[in-house]
């Protein structure tokens, strides 16, 4: 039953996920759903396409009544095509969280972070650029709140969140060809350096207490600036979330 769950999942996001390589796509929102002090959250999970990927890890801890912390590491790439060779990344984030339950079921939580994110595409040199080793250079930093609601129950859970990010794009090296779209698209970015977006995402989650799979499908707005499509859509990703509850808490 796991597996045909979790095959199901790599199914939705191998039929959601967009097409196109972008200069920036959201990460999977942490969505820890504490309850109580001394749990632990781990979460595996992977996004793929036909021109993207992206690998993703996540660890939050519950290290006080009402407050936690989280931090996430993500490594992102694509497939060879008639643009780009090789589009490389990485991103990572830290945050301090406050979590209530309200009752059994309903949960809020609301974390405040830092992230940065990097990305490095090398073009097909037929396409964009005149040396084959020319790779353009994208960095960026991102302050960032993120609200969460959530239902927890045993054996599913289900939450809405909403993450608004400040992102500066502090280096932004274009070595595409001028007059190509990559070129006019990396130039967009470079000029307007500052952008906020706002991020609401749907998270669900089943199977057992302590593993569960879960979805998460996240929406970026906006995703163009003046009239140029900048940011990624979509980002949908499918993984395994493994519990360490308290240790006082394991028998119960």
């Known amino acids: 039953m796991k597996n045909n769950v979790a095959i199901g999942a790599l199914g939705v996001v191998l039929l959601l996920s967009g097409c196109a390589f972008d200069y920036y796509m959201p990460a999977t929102q942490s969505v820890p759903l504490f309850t109580q002090k001394g749990d632990v959250k781990v979460l595996a999970s992977a996004g793929l396409d036909k021109e993207n990927y992206v690998g993703e890890v996540q660890c939050a801890y519950s290290m006080l009544d009402h407050l936690s912390i989280s931090g996430a590491f993500s490594g992102m790439g694509g497939k060879k095509n008639d643009q780009f060779i090789q589009p490389d990344g990485v991103t990572f984030d830290v945050a301090l969280g406050f979590y209530k339950s309200f009752s059994e079921s309903i949960v809020f939580e609301t974390y405040g972070g830092i992230g940065a994110y990097s990305r490095y595409p090398r073009y097909n040199p037929d396409y964009a650029l005149s040396k084959y080793d020319d790779i353009s250079d994208i960095n960026a930093m991102n302050l960032f709140f993120q609200p969460n609601l959530g239902y927890?129950?045993?054996?599913?859970?289900?939450?809405?969140?909403?993450?608004?990010?400040?992102?500066?794009?502090?280096?932004?090296?274009?070595?595409?060809?001028?007059?190509?779209?990559?070129?006019?698209?990396?130039?967009?970015?470079?000029?307007?350096?500052?952008?906020?977006?706002?991020?609401?995402?749907?998270?669900?989650?089943?199977?057992?207490?302590?593993?569960?799979?879960?979805?998460?499908?996240v929406k970026t707005l906006p995703n163009r600036v003046n009239g140029k499509r900048l940011f990624d859509t979509f980002h949908i990703s499918a993984g395994l979330i493994l519990v360490f509850p308290k240790g006082s808490q394991k028998n119960r």
């Open 152 to 217: 927890v129950a045993p054996n599913f859970e289900f939450a809405l969140s909403t993450r608004i990010a400040q992102w500066s794009f502090t280096k932004v090296e274009n070595r595409a060809a001028p007059g190509t779209d990559e070129y006019n698209r990396l130039r967009q970015i470079a000029m307007g350096k500052n952008f906020v977006v706002f991020e609401p995402a749907l998270t669900l989650r089943g199977g057992s207490e302590y593993q569960k799979v879960q979805i998460q499908i």
